[in-house]
Structures are given as structure tokens and as C-alpha cells.
Nanobody, 120 residues
Framework: EVQLLESGGGLVEPGGSLRLSCAAS????????MAWVRQAPGKGPELVAF????????KYLDSVKGRFTVSRDDAKSALYLQMNSLKPDDTAVYYC?????????????WGQGTQVTVSL
């Protein structure tokens, strides 16, 4: 059974940083593309970052380019999202997900999520 467990969310002031982690299990992590998805209250989900197997092809939502960095550690079956220069618009629940190309993955690909709140 695929399990994706996110951690690292919290409350941070604008301009601050957070690092999200995702612990994956139940599948051969290194063989899969991975992604981070976020969903703010009342809004649809957004594909924040995509990272292919081999980590050679990261892709980002335009609004986070230059601020967020996605990475993976295949030895630890872990996915990360380093978020810098956070803005109030980044407030959302962030989900680790199996990758789905350049599209938002189906919800059954997501983990349980971790809340990120950017506010004074």
C-alpha cells in the first residue's frame, strides 16, 4: 500500500522559510516521479513542483519559481520542498504526491497533507 506522510508545515511570517518532508513507503520510490500539490481554502489544487525519477527534470508553478526547491533522497525514500521568501498567498495545505506529468495528480495519489500558514 502506498503511503505518503508529510511533515514540516506550520505558521511562519512573510519572508520566512519552511522545509517540508515526505516519507514514502509501500512502493519502489526511486522508480516514480513525485510532486508537491497545494490547495488553499475555497480554491482548486495547484501543482507546486514536479520532480522526475532521477531528479533531472524539476518543474515549478510560475509563482514559486526562484523561491521553492524540490529535491529527493532515493536512499531514504524521501521527498522535500524547501520554501523560502514565503508569502501569504502560499498559505495552503501541501500534499506530497506521486507524479502525474505536468498535471495535478488525482487525489488518491496524495498524502494526508501538512498545513502551511504564512501570516504576521
Amino acid at each position: 500500500e502506498v503511503q505518503l506522510l508529510e511533515s514540516g508545515g506550520g505558521l511562519v511570517e512573510p519572508g520566512g522559510s519552511l522545509r517540508l518532508s515526505c516519507a514514502a513507503s509501500g512502493f519502489t520510490f526511486r522508480d516514480y516521479d513525485m510532486a508537491w500539490v497545494r490547495q488553499a481554502p475555497g480554491k482548486g489544487p495547484e501543482l507546486v513542483a514536479f520532480l522526475n525519477q532521477g531528479a533531472s527534470y524539476p518543474k515549478y508553478l510560475d509563482s514559486v519559481k526562484g523561491r521553492f526547491t524540490v529535491s529527493r533522497d532515493d536512499a531514504k525514500s524521501a521527498l522535500y520542498l524547501q520554501m523560502n521568501s514565503l508569502k501569504p498567498d502560499d498559505t495552503a495545505v501541501y500534499y506530497c504526491s506521486l507524479g502525474y506529468g505536468r498535471y495535478v495528480p488525482p487525489k488518491n495519489y496524495w498524502g494526508q497533507g501538512t498545513q502551511v500558514t504564512v501570516s504576521l
